[in-house]
């Protein structure tokens, strides 16, 4: 092995952004983007994309998955999208297998073109851990798998994803996770505890940082103080316990970022609490453009059941902006100090009003909470990727 060249790796994950839809995974483009700026690494992207035949807009998300292109160039990475087949509703047992059988095909054709890789960095547990663990025992390939979430908190509750996660720990050369709460669980899963390694997500302040607020919250219209909610309008984000939480705070408004199944019940329970004028639904926004509305508001909410790593948490902190956060692990090890927010004493509506009322009493200097985001740079992060790939290739 040339011990001169960059390490040259293929990352492997469901949860990669596409032309379609930009922000679908961009967490784990960013960490790639910032391991490869290194110049220490390459990487080629195998980043499948569920099969559907019409772009008709009608099909809604599985339109985007048709409009996706088999082959991009993002940010320098070159990026193949094969296709594979999911069962609605009724696929999750069988998930892996649909995958693997699509993705081990399209792998050996690029392989036949002249790829070579190091090492499969994939991203997710279940189905895509699983899967690159099976492609690494037939590519013969050391795999290091990263846990971001529910992979390790919700799904190894099923009896089937559970038999194979575990699996995939085992058969993963290393294992990564993006909180010290997830690595822990991974080895109440089976994982031996030397080969897992927290690596948590950064802050790109290239992207996040403060801009002009007058301008951003004439831009948005703000007047009184105002909360933001960032993120997909799912029932795990729980965004029904801030709107709750609101009525108790006449003189607070709230912003909801994001799209999703949530919104017509959340805005039926906003009408029902009457709070029609001081609730807005400004749908989804471009990553790079969030930061005028972090910018913008007083106080960023997060209310999720379960985070792997909360990266809104630091993008608020990184635009000046502190944060009110669910009391979950992962936004305990993010939320640390006064400077950065409030964690809630519990998850309920009263605890969340509490917490605001907490942290508007005593409002930290907006610059004493951007410098608490700033250490959370991606170097740190970058190389511990580098001595993990390094390691698990003999270099």
């Known amino acids: 092995m040339d011990m001169a060249r960059p390490l040259r790796l293929l990352t492997f994950s469901t949860l990669f952004p596409d032309s379609a839809r930009p922000s679908h995974g961009v967490f784990v483009e960013n960490r790639l983007r910032h391991l490869v700026a290194s110049g220490h690494a390459t990487s080629t992207v195998l980043a499948p994309v569920p099969w559907f035949p019409s772009t008709n807009p009608r099909f809604g998300t599985y339109a985007r998955y048709a409009a996706v292109p088999r082959f991009e160039h993002r940010h320098g990475l070159d990026v193949h999208h094969p296709r594979y087949a999911v069962l609605p509703a009724i696929g999750m047992n069988i998930a892996p297998h649909l995958l693997y059988a699509a993705v081990r095909p399209a792998l050996a054709r690029l392989i036949r073109r002249g790829l070579q890789f190091d090492a499969i960095d994939a991203h997710y547990l279940y189905p895509d851990g699983v899967v690159a663990g099976w492609l690494g025992a037939a590519f013969k390939t050391p795999v290091v798998i990263t846990a971001r979430g529910s992979d390790v908190t919700e799904l190894p509750d099923h009896a089937t994803p559970n038999r194979l996660i575990r699996a995939a720990i085992q058969s993963a050369t290393h294992l990564i996770g993006v909180s010290a709460a997830l690595c822990a669980r991974m080895i109440e899963l089976g994982a031996d505890p030397a080969c897992v390694t927290t690596l ?191 390691h698990v290739t003999g270099r």
């Not at 003189?251 to 609490?273: M, N, Q, S, Y």
């Open 200 to 390: 948590r997500n950064g802050v790109d302040i290239t992207v996040f940082h403060p801009i002009d607020r007058a301008a951003a919250r004439a831009a948005l219209g703000l007047t009184r103080r105002t909360l933001i909610s960032v993120g997909h309008l799912i029932p795990r984000k729980r965004n029904h316990l801030i709107i709750q939480a609101l009525a108790e705070l006449p003189d607070i408004d709230l912003i909801l970022i994001g799209e999703g199944p949530e919104r017509t019940r959340l805005a039926a329970l906003v009408a029902e609490l009457g709070l029609g004028l001081r609730v807005r639904f400004l749908g989804a926004r471009p990553h790079h453009d969030l930061k005028r509305d972090y910018t913008a508001a007083d106080a960023m909410v997060l209310a999720s059941s379960r985070e792997g790593w909360a990266n809104v948490l630091l993008e608020s902190m990184a635009c000046g902006t502190p944060v009110i956060a669910s009391n979950i692990p992962g936004n305990r090890e993010i939320v640390q100090t006064p400077a950065a927010g409030r964690i809630t004493a519990d998850n309920t509506p009263a605890s969340f009003a509490a917490a605001i009322r907490d942290l508007f009493a005593t409002e930290p200097d907006r610059a004493a909470t951007l410098a608490y985001a700033l250490p959370f740079s991606w170097a740190a992060t970058t190389e511990g990727q580098l001595a993990i790939f390094r």
